[in-house]
């Protein structure tokens, strides 16, 4: 722009192109070879990535096969052992009834079919699974009632044996009715079968309710192909197969026969099959092979679509860098063109360049000038440029231009200039005389386009006013030091509230000022650490106030420049109440709140954490819980501080003490301690009294021991070992127990007998036997009393004592009692089907029932839901457990007696009764104990205790019984003196109800 005219910077510009034009390069050499590399590397990696998602979707199917070949053996798996389960429950009952025919062929052989068919008749009432049972001979010819098989002895061989039972297996019946069966065959005895026709039901429920999909199918067939159950379509049974199904190999495992066309449906499937040696029923499992891949082709056209984008996409780069390297040449050429103007502007001031004639009248600029600004023109009067002119810097500027012109100084002028979209720009204009460029002296210069520096400068001005806003007014307390001087270079008013000095103050000292001289080596290691680059930690320090108090702060640092030196920019944080506030949770989250001793979890994390070799030491206080619940919290509190108090004595002295709610200290004595003498001292202290208010209580201490780390690797284990002896020694009735290994199994088998209680109950486990209850007169029946018992696979029992404590413990006897009452309800019903309605059963029932359940509801509800009238339940419990509570089983028995259900008191003169209470209780009939009974033609004592006890029963108007009449001698005494009934082996066992069903037709036919 620096120039005379338009005609001498046209010249200089054409002058300046044909340099230009002789470097000039064509476009396809300077862009092919790019442009192939490009391509070459965007087909390498389609080629990859199709490897890739080749491998990736290979690799996906592989999997999704492998998982639905791994589920569909689970599937096996699983219905497997259900029908196994199902084949077992047959068995046992197949072979109850078959144990049944053989007593009766034993003991009447003349009545033995006629008992038999009552026997199997109760069978098929109790498992609606079987549509007949029928005595066959050899040659599957009827004994009783039914239909035979002729084909008997072909398939009641070994091969057909179920679990290696008794149990054979054979083919599929149809019943005249409708629907079809499967022959199955227990022996009674040499040349006697029990044939029966078991319903397809029993094996549909086997593979009903599997997760298998929409598609997928679990079925059962025979050995010889013929189809049992089907998942996906029970109606299948009825129906021949298109195909023959598969026959697999018998095998122990679980065959996985991978994908296969279904012979049914034809549906493709991911197979499996279990085939056993030990029964001849074969199991097949497949999963719909389209549901197993719908995810699999999901992700195929994801991969797909992945892979035609990338080609896309690559297409579209290729084509745009194409197009760009072409608008690049065409760029490059523009360029060259412009080359001498960019020189001469480079050559003056590297920017817009202008002149002024020697008269002052006419103002001329370069091209790339007229460009910059978008003026109309090369030229134009100086006064219609300072029309353009900011109205605020036109004078001042007008000026600087006379002045120069006319005085011949410089010019330096900052102004800003409107353009005529109304824009505004900030100029720098520098220029001066010049003589040389033509006939005349001019001035001639160059101009800046400064806008975006005097917006840069104004932003920062903004923010540094904005920051100086935060600073000043944060709420928080910041400040700024020097990192060599450590001097304060600016403070806040937050900082100057919180710390209580000036700002003159705070600006005249250093950060070591308002820190504790004993922290002053750590803020030069932490300084240290920040000058090796490092960045600062945020820590919590110990700051001083004007007047001396200390509190907790929290810094974060940041290193900054602060005025052309490294500084560091503080937030001090005041944490201490927040610290506190953690502090006492850590406390509380350790310690019960009540004591201030150390929970339990608290002290296992502490004796894990130290060394081992320590003794652990558990204390059940019973009766602590007790005052509370009797005196009030208030009294309960004081007992168990002043226990607190005596016991952290022993605490401090020999290690360390927790306590657990509601009644339980430990203590944990250390290794260098002696454990009998912690032992014999908290023995002691337990033992002794308890103060309260206005009274003294006396503990029941029960204590454990166990050491570390003979008794366990962990603290949890050894305190797990301490607690389990002292609950020994609460069932033993002793002070002190140390934990033993076999203490341990014999808890281990508690628990695990408690664990197969809860699945007996859901299971049905439990058998109801039945003792007859007799009138001592002329020993017609009077009653039925119910009796637990609990078989086992072996045809062994579980003796009542072993379960029903543990049942009462763990409060399973509720559950337990529940059944009970249920069947014995069931029970009562056949009782009245089969001619004794008028018999009554009686049912066992424990404190924990008595006191814990609404034994009214359960005993109306059961009886109503079988139509049994008022009275057929009966209701026997122990002396003892009235006695617990005596109040509230007042009111239970009223309620019992309302509801029109007899109680009788069994084991009555055994426990320690109130004859008070006794006097009031809603009871029909008193129980004389067996201790009594024995002996007592022949022991006076007893025979004293026994008119008494019938004396005192008859007088209060009960029925009493006499319990455990085993002799002749027993039975003449009881029936001499008046008693009403009586019970005992003498006079019939307990039984199951088939056989007691058995005898008491006996006795009316007899009668």
């Known amino acids: 722009m620096v120039s005379d005219g338009t005609a001498d910077d046209d010249e200089r510009d054409h002058a300046c192109r044909p340099n230009a034009d002789a470097g000039k390069v064509p476009m396809h050499r300077d862009m092919s070879q790019p442009l192939r590399q490009v391509a070459a590397f965007g087909i390498v990696i389609a080629l990859l990535l199709a490897a890739t998602l080749v491998i990736m979707l290979w690799n996906d199917r592989g999997s999704r096969l492998q998982a639905a070949q791994r589920q569909s053996m689970a599937l096996a798996t699983g219905s497997d052992r259900l029908l196994r389960a199902e084949l ?119 593979v009903s309710g599997l997760d298998t999909g929409r598609s997928g199918v679990v079925s059962i067939s025979s050995r010889h192909g013929e189809l049992l159950a089907h998942s996906l379509d029970p109606s299948a049974v009825e129906r021949r197969l298109p195909r023959p199904m598969h026959r697999p190999q018998v095998s122990d495992q679980v065959q996985a026969l991978g994908v296969a066309d279904s012979p049914m449906d034809g549906v493709r499937r991911v197979v499996a099959v279990s085939a056993p040696r030990d029964y001849p029923l074969v199991l ?20 797909t679509g992945i892979y035609l984008l990338y080609l896309c996409g690559f297409v579209y780069l290729y084509g745009s860098m194409r197009r760009g390297a072409l608008r690049q040449a065409r760029l490059a050429e523009e360029l060259r063109t412009g080359a001498a103007e960019l020189a001469l502007a480079h050559q003056v001031g590297k920017v817009g360049t202008w002149s002024i004639d020697r008269k002052g009248g006419t103002l001329r600029w370069s091209a790339l000038t007229r460009r910059m600004f978008a003026l109309p023109a090369r030229q134009a009067r100086l006064e219609d440029f300072y029309a353009h002119v900011h109205e605020e810097d036109r004078p001042w500027l007008r000026q600087q231009v006379q002045q120069a012109t006319e005085a011949g100084r410089a010019v330096n002028a900052l102004f800003r200039l409107v353009l005529r979209d109304g824009s505004v720009r900030w100029l720098s204009a520098r220029g001066e005389r010049v003589s040389g460029l033509g006939p005349h002296p001019r001035m001639t210069g160059a101009v800046t386009d400064i806008t975006e520096r005097v917006r840069n400068e104004a932003r920062v001005q903004r923010a540094e006013h904005q920051f100086r806003l935060v600073f000043d007014r944060n709420p928080a307390p910041f400040w700024i030091f020097d990192l060599a001087t450590l001097q304060f270079l600016e403070v806040n008013q937050a900082a100057i509230d919180q710390y209580g000095y000036s700002r003159e103050e705070f600006l005249a000292m250093t950060i070591l000022d308002i820190r504790p001289e004993d922290g002053w080596e750590e803020i030069q290691r932490t300084l240290e650490e920040s000058r090796d680059g490092g960045p600062p930690v945020p820590r919590v320090r110990m700051h001083r106030r004007r007047d001396g108090g200390l509190f907790e702060v929290l810094g974060h640092l940041a290193r900054l420049e602060f005025d052309g030196r490294p500084a560091c920019l503080v937030l001090a944080e005041d944490v201490s109440q927040r610290l506190a506030y953690e502090r006492d949770l850590a406390w509380r989250a350790s310690h019960h709140p009540g004591t201030g001793l150390l929970t339990i979890e608290a002290l296992a994390e502490r004796l894990d954490a130290g060394a081992a070799g320590y003794t652990i030491i558990h204390a059940q206080l019973r009766g602590l819980q007790m005052v509370a619940d009797t005196l009030g919290r208030e009294a309960g509190d004081e007992v168990l501080q002043a226990m607190v108090a005596r016991l952290a004595t022993l605490g401090a002295r020999y290690g360390l003490l927790a306590y657990q709610p509601a009644e339980d200290f430990v203590l944990a004595v250390a290794s260098g301690h002696d454990p009998q003498r912690a032992l014999e001292a908290l023995r002691d202290a337990v033992s002794e009294p308890v103060r309260g208010r206005d009274s003294f209580h006396q503990l029941e201490p029960r204590i454990g021991v166990a050491d570390s780390p003979g008794d366990g ?62 009138h001592a007169a002329d020993g017609s029946p009077a009653a039925l009393e119910a009796l637990l018992r609990w078989p086992q696979p072996d045809g062994s029992f579980i003796p009542p004592s072993d379960f029903i404590q543990l ?141 008494a006890l019938l004396s005192l029963g008859h007088s209060m108007g009960l029925v009493v019984i006499g319990e455990g009449v085993e002799t002749e001698g027993q039975l003449d005494w009881l029936v001499a003196h008046g008693c009403d009934h009586v019970q005992g082996y003498l006079l019939g066992r307990p039984m199951p109800l088939r056989e007691l069903l058995a005898l008491l037709a006996l006795a009316r036919d007899s009668g």
């Open 88 to 206: 077992t429950t047959m068995e046992r009952a197949l072979r109850g009834a078959a144990r049944d025919g053989r007593e009766y062929y034993r003991q009447v052989p003349e009545r033995a079919p006629a008992l038999l068919e009552a026997s199997i008749r109760g069978t098929l009432e109790r498992n609606t699974d079987l549509a007949a049972i029928t005595l066959v001979d050899d040659a599957g010819m009827p004994v009783t009632e039914g239909a035979g098989d002729p084909t008997l002895a072909r398939w009641a061989v070994p091969a057909n044996r179920v679990l290696a039972g008794e149990l054979y297996v054979g083919g599929m019946e149809a019943l005249p009715g409708g629907g079809r069966v499967v022959l199955t065959a227990v022996p009674v005895q040499p040349g006697q079968w029990l044939l029966a026709r078991v319903r397809l039901a029993v094996f549909q429920r086997v």
């Open 284 to 303: 097949f499992a497949g999963l719909s092979y389209d549901e197993v891949m719908a995810p699999w082709r999901t992700y195929f056209y994801v991969a």
């Open 713 to 774: 690797a962990s603290a949890d284990l050894v305190l797990g070992c301490a607690a389990q002896a002292a609950h020994a020694a609460r069932e033993n009735g002793v002070v002190v127990l140390r934990f033993d290994h076999a203490l341990a199994q014999r808890h281990a088998d508690r628990l695990q007998l408690a664990g197969r209680i809860h699945l007996a109950i859901e299971r049905d486990e439990f058998e109801l036997y039945f003792q007859p209850i007799r």
């Open 807 to 947: 049942c009462e413990d763990t409060g399973q006897i509720i559950a337990l009692g529940r059944w009970v009452i249920r069947a014995a309800a069931h029970a009562g019903r056949v009782l009245a089907d089969n001619g004794w309605a008028g018999l009554p059963i009686a049912v066992n029932v424990s404190a924990v029932q008595l006191f814990n359940s609404d034994l009214v509801g359960e005993f109306t509800r059961a009886a109503e839901a079988l139509g049994l009238p008022p009275g057929a339940l009966q209701m026997e419990l122990t002396e003892s457990s009235l006695m617990r509570n005596p109040a509230q089983a007042m009111q239970v028995l009223e309620s019992l007696s309302a509801s029109g259900i007899a109680v009788a008191l069994d084991d009555f003169g055994t426990g320690f009764s109130s004859m008070s209470y006794l006097q009031h209780l809603a009871l029909d009939s008193l129980k004389i104990d067996r201790a009594f009974v024995a002996d007592v033609e022949r022991n006076p004592r007893n025979a004293a205790i026994c008119r």
